[in-house]
């Protein structure tokens, strides 16, 4: 090294500087390079939890589903008349808690507002995600909310509850409209609006009145069809944000592997630029001997 | 005439506590299996003029009884 003490001190300045730089970057990169292959492998992992849970998702949904055609045979025969006033409607809006899943509750964010616009009412929503879009846009239409749903499977029980809720506390209405996302295909999903009617509508409609029945039936009919309907899209955007989950873990992955082989290659480029410098500090040296 | 219960509580109320009694009265695996599908964790929350109450479990959860995971 006393080749290096016999070059002006200047010189020796800014090699120094620019060694010092050229380490600096290099250790950065090097620090990048290993955040990033951590987060690869956290998605990764995830990625594959999701495809597991995808499975038993997509089995329950199909189950599910049959309580939702169920559901709609019966209300096909009951025909609602046009009342003269707008009817009020209460809109439950149907998500979870859980993030990194993609535009899962921006989609049903987004659906709840264009609904809203065009005929206004009432909101509940279920999940804290869509709760905390929404209560920034129309705070005073929410009249309840629900979370800690959506980590697993969701039960009929807690669909049940939920309709218990919105039965006892979410105000007067004519109608129920459940925004919920319906579940095409392992790769994509859409939001999707599905109509319950209520039990003042339900005893008017022309199918019913040809039998004789008590008030309390038509009431306890429509709070099952909700608890049924509820149910439904809880699955089936169980089933959705799973498989949009899998979705965005795999594209992060990509991502970050990419990203990698960018890395990769800066840290050799820089790597080589180091040596480069220093064995051209070391020959200046020698041939200034 | 109205059934007793109409006064107290909703339809879905009704079933959820039918049929928790039912759960009860299996014998232990079928019981153990019918609780999993039964488990409610679900939270709700009344909004009162664009403000939020307090949250409140729908079936109260019991604490656990350990204390809880080790620090590290």
Redesign the interface.
């Known amino acids: 090294m006393f080749t290096r003490t016999v070059r002006p001190a200047l010189n020796v300045a800014r090699a120094a500087q620019q060694q010092s730089q050229g380490m600096a970057t290099l250790r950065e990169i090097e620090q990048r390079l290993k955040s990033v292959r951590n987060i690869e492998k956290i998605t990764k992992s995830m990625k594959v939890v999701a495809s597991t849970k995808l499975t038993r998702a997509e089995r329950a949904m199909r189950e599910a589903k049959k309580y939702g055609a169920a559901n709609n045979e019966l209300f096909k025969h009951t025909e609602i008349e046009k009342s003269e006033e707008a009817p009020k409607i209460l809109y439950v809006g149907i998500s979870s808690d859980g993030g990194l899943c993609g535009g899962i509750h921006s989609s049903i964010s987004r659906a709840v507002k264009k609904a809203m616009a065009e005929q206004p009412g009432t909101l509940a929503v279920v999940g804290d995600k869509p709760k905390s879009q929404l ?1 920034r846009a129309m ?2 239409a ?8 959506g ?1 697993d499977v969701p ?4 669909a ?6 919105i ?3 979410g105000g007067e209405w004519d109608e129920i409209k459940i925004i919920s996302n319906k579940y095409l295909s392992a790769i994509s999903y859409e939001s999707g609006v599905t109509s319950v009617i209520s039990a003042k509508a339900l005893q008017a409609a022309a199918g019913f009145q040809a039998y004789e029945m ?1 008030e ?1 039936v038509s ?2 009919l429509a ?2 069809a ?2 049924n309907a509820i149910y439904t899209a809880l699955v089936e955007g169980h089933a959705a944000e799973i498989s949009a989950r899998r979705t965005a873990m795999e594209n992060a992955s990509n991502n970050a592997n990419d990203m990698m082989a960018s890395l990769q290659l800066q840290y050799n480029r820089g790597r080589q630029a180091v040596i480069t410098n220093e064995l051209i500090d070391i020959i200046t040296g020698a041939s200034a001997l | 005439m109205s059934s007793t219960w109409r006064e107290f509580m909703s339809w879905n109320k009704y079933t959820q506590v039918a049929s928790r009694a039912l759960r009860q009265a299996l014998t232990e695996t079928d019981r153990v299996a019918a609780e999993k599908r039964a488990a409610i964790g679900v939270r709700y929350q009344l909004w009162e003029n664009g403000q939020g109450g307090e949250q409140k479990y729908v079936v109260p959860q019991a604490e656990p009884k350990s204390a809880g995971t080790p620090p590290v």
Request: aromatic share 12%; hydrophobic share 40%.
């Open positions: 209560s705070p005073q929410f009249k309840v909310t629900f979370n800690a749903v980590k039960t009929f029980a807690e049940s509850a939920i309709a218990d809720e039965v006892k506390n008590e309390d009431k306890d709070e099952f909700l608890a």
